[in-house]
């Protein structure tokens, strides 16, 4: 099946700091990746979604200056968090569009981010 | 309304039985139907399609009723092992991809 990965699977930081998390489509090409945030015990969230060489399209809500991502590659895309705080602490997970049809989300293990 | 619902559950039974949910969805134009599995803590990952047609794949199977717009998923002979949340996916494009909140199903010995 289609692997996706990302990175760090955890990683705390102080409050202010920006913290960038990567995802990866290691076996397959992902046109189109997504973003998404879980609280505990929350469902998931769709933050953006992300298209490989245009400017990612932001769910109503999230700050497109504060959560910047970048999709350069079919095989890359990146979260960065900037000037994180605390109720920022969440687990974020990507996913990449893959399948027979274009249509299967596929998960990374998740970023879980802590802010201190 | 929600555009895709769930009954958050818990669904609390015993191993061996057999269990079903529910999904709705608001977009009658939607087209493609996932069933996909959360652990605690961990990613979702694709438990299976849903086709018009239905399908199987051991003891799950999947049904699309594009009629009164539900999907469901049929569990039987449940495994202590099953005990997850289950989330309901329906897309409407590429990239109009709405996730259920889950349904929590936990199985007891």
């Known amino acids: 099946g289609a692997v996706v990965s990302q990175h760090p699977s955890w990683v705390i930081c102080k409050s202010g700091t920006s913290v960038k998390i990567e995802c990866r489509s290691l076996d397959f090409q992902a046109t189109t990746m997504f973003w998404y945030r879980q609280f505990p015990k929350q469902s998931l969230m769709l933050m953006a979604t992300s298209n490989e060489g245009s400017k990612a399209t932001y769910e109503q809500g999230v700050e497109k200056d504060k959560f910047l991502i970048n999709h350069a590659s079919l095989t890359l895309s990146t979260l960065t968090v900037t000037s994180a705080h605390p109720e920022d602490s969440s687990f974020y997970i990507c996913s990449g569009l893959g399948g027979l049809a274009g249509s299967e989300q596929y998960f990374g293990p998740g970023t879980r981010l802590t802010v201190t | 309304r929600k555009e895709v619902e769930q009954d958050p559950g818990p669904f609390n039974v015993p191993e061996g039985a057999t269990v079903a949910f529910n999904c709705t969805y608001s977009n009658s134009a939607s087209q493609s139907f996932f069933w996909y599995r959360q652990d605690c803590r961990k990613e979702p990952k694709l438990l299976m399609s849903v086709y018009s047609s239905g399908n199987e794949d051991g003891r799950f199977t999947a049904q699309l009723n594009r009629a009164s717009q539900y999907i469901s998923l049929l569990i039987r002979d449940s495994k202590l092992s099953d005990s997850a949340t289950y989330l309901c996916?329906?897309?409407?494009?590429?990239?109009?991809?709405?996730f259920g909140s889950g349904t929590r199903l936990s199985i007891r010995p």
């Open positions: 996916v329906v897309g409407s494009g590429a990239s109009k991809i709405i």
